[in-house]
């Protein structure tokens, strides 16, 4: 069992910078690959990045390609989110999700991810 905890999100401005944390604890985080999801109100959930077990391998949404940056400390058993260049559009609430495996075909695939945080609410507005 995993459990999962995101933090880090508030208000910011656009074109304004954010680093979103999900704490993993009840297993060996390195055995686990973890992926960012969002979800506006009324609209479907959507992927925004995936990295690997150990960090080798990351993947992210078109939208936010060039702008976003997952990465991992295993020794903190922690996985990051940076987010640079907001914009209002970013308004969501983010998620983190982990599987025991992943590659380019299922990193933004909801049914993939077995394990799922309560999720953190980012709102860029100025």
């Known amino acids: 069992q995993v459990k999962l905890v995101e933090s880090g999100g508030g208000l910011v401005q656009p074109g304004g910078s954010l680093r979103l944390s999900c704490a993993v604890s009840?297993?060996?985080?390195?055995?686990?690959?973890i992926a960012w999801f969002r979800q506006v109100p009324g609209k479907a959930r959507e992927g925004v990045s995936c990295?690997?077990?150990?960090?080798?391998?990351?993947y992210y949404a078109d939208s936010m390609e060039g702008r976003f940056t997952v990465s991992r400390d295993n020794a903190k058993k922690t996985v990051y989110l940076q987010m640079t260049r907001l914009k209002p559009e970013d308004t969501a609430v983010y998620y983190c999700?982990?599987?025991?495996?992943?590659?380019?075909?299922?990193?933004?695939?909801?049914?993939?991810?077995?394990?799922w945080g309560q999720g953190t609410q980012v709102t860029v507005s100025s």
């Open positions: 999700a982990a599987a025991v495996f992943m590659d380019q075909e299922t990193c933004h695939l909801l049914s993939h991810w077995d394990f």
């Open positions: 990295i690997s077990s150990v960090g080798e391998n990351t």
């Open positions: 009840g297993s060996s985080v390195d055995a686990y690959a």
